[in-house]
């Protein structure tokens, strides 16, 4: 049980550490969503 427990709060760790690495993932993202978009925008 004890070990189960453990497992379950390295889960939620886990999740929650990806949860707080989000924002790095998506702003890169988004930037790369954006920057084509604004670069067209510029030209026109």
Do not use: D
């Amino acid at each position: 049980m004890g070990a189960n427990m453990k497992k379950k709060y390295s889960l939620i760790h886990y999740f929650s550490s990806l949860h707080t690495l989000q924002p790095l993932i998506i702003f890169p993202l988004l930037l790369l969503l954006l920057f084509p978009t604004s670069l067209s925008a510029m030209e026109k």
